[in-house]
């Protein structure tokens, strides 16, 4: 489910460009629709969490990803501005309530297997991603339409949900509490720990293209290379994150992550060339890796609210984080300048790292 989930969104972002030159869409529109996208995800996560209680997560995810699988097979048959608007909604839906319940089946999993799994299963994101990405490139090279090839990727994902959905477990409780509740206790805690970590990923997949171009000189074709690193290194600590965190203990991970994150981005700013800058990339990836994994776990562990309906809220303000990181910095940036802006997500990282302390791991 994790690995299909990275898979859907990064084939999502390789038809971008097509979709924008198809429709004839400026800049500026598809900034608007990119929030349609994230609107339904925002909306789905109170709910789905809210119909896994009563019906529970396997039949939840068993839905949704068909949902988004089949929407992302439309995207490329989109005309106009209002298909676009409702497809995209609908896609961020099935995204957004997938991701949620996939959360909630990991700590299922995790509670059942005694151990820590939940950094292997992000990493699983991660790989998806980066297949995602890779597959793309290689259907569109070779000469097929992006309509066919989000069909081959879409067929893909429901196949592989046939052969694997049996290990899915099935959890409900109706009795486990309300439906919607605002987070509070731990869970707000948690959730406002991983709305700073997701809006500095946000920040680096929107900003260290530019950041790259405009202050470290990088030509064009090269401004990609900081979410590169970026990716490589968090999908390589999360693949092995879950070992780490045995060895070390999940308090000692929160900490070295959050602190190596942050020097990560100061390292970025003050980075006398390009490759320096790469390095500090690198380093942010590597200390983001597993915090937001052992916050999920965390959530498993607090009492403050049931699961079912904390695992939505703290998906929830992650994922306004996603939303609402690009578009501060692109605030401060225009009123200071972008490396001030860049200073002041450090600044959040470290903060949110020393909060970290008062949450149970």
């Not at 998806?128 to 290689?138: E, K, P, R, S, T």
């Not at 401060?332 to 001030?340: D, E, N, T």
Request: charged share 5%.
């Amino acid at each position: 489910m994790f690995f299909c989930s990275g898979l859907a969104t990064a084939a999502w972002a390789g038809i971008i460009p097509i979709i924008k030159a198809n429709t004839g869409i400026d800049d500026g529109t598809l900034g608007l629709l990119l929030l349609c996208l994230g609107m339904g995800a925002i909306l789905s996560m109170p709910l789905a969490g809210a119909v896994a209680t009563r019906l529970g997560c396997k039949l939840v995810m068993l839905v949704t990803l068909c949902v988004f699988s089949v929407v992302l097979m439309l995207l490329p048959l989109a005309g106009s501005t209002m298909q676009l608007v409702f497809l995209l909604i609908a896609f961020g839906f099935g995204i957004g309530a997938t991701d949620c319940v996939m959360n909630i089946q990991a700590i299922l999993v995790e509670k059942r297997a005694n151990k820590t799994l939940m950094s292997g299963f992000h990493g699983f994101y991660s790989l998806g991603g980066i297949a995602g990405a890779g597959l793309m490139v290689v259907l569109l090279s070779s000469g097929i339409s992006a309509f066919h090839a989000c069909v081959l990727i879409g067929l893909a994902m429901m196949a592989s949900l046939l052969v694997f959905h049996k290990g899915l477990l099935p959890f409900a409780n109706p009795k486990e509490g309300p439906a919607f509740a605002l987070p509070h206790g731990a869970v707000l805690l948690i959730g406002l720990i991983c709305f700073s970590f997701f809006l500095a990923e946000g920040t680096v997949l929107d900003w260290s293209g530019v950041y790259l171009t405009e202050y470290q000189q990088a030509s064009h074709s090269k401004a990609v290379l900081g979410l590169f690193c970026f990716s490589i290194t968090m999908t390589l600590g999360r693949l092995t994150g879950d070992q780490l965190t045995e060895r070390l203990g999940a308090r000692l991970m929160l900490t070295l992550g959050g602190l190596l994150a942050s020097a990560g981005m100061f390292f970025a700013i003050v980075a006398p060339d390009m490759y320096w800058a790469l390095a500090g990339y690198a380093l942010v990836g590597a200390g983001c890796a597993n915090v937001v994994p052992i916050m999920f776990s965390a959530t498993g562990k607090q009492t403050s609210m049931p699961q079912a309906i904390a695992v939505p809220a703290v998906s929830t303000l992650g994922y306004i984080g996603v939303l609402a990181g690009p578009a501060s910095v692109g605030q401060i940036a225009q009123h200071f300048s972008l490396p001030v802006a860049l200073y002041s997500i450090a600044v959040l990282i470290a903060m949110a790292t020393l909060l970290s302390i008062r949450v149970r791991v």
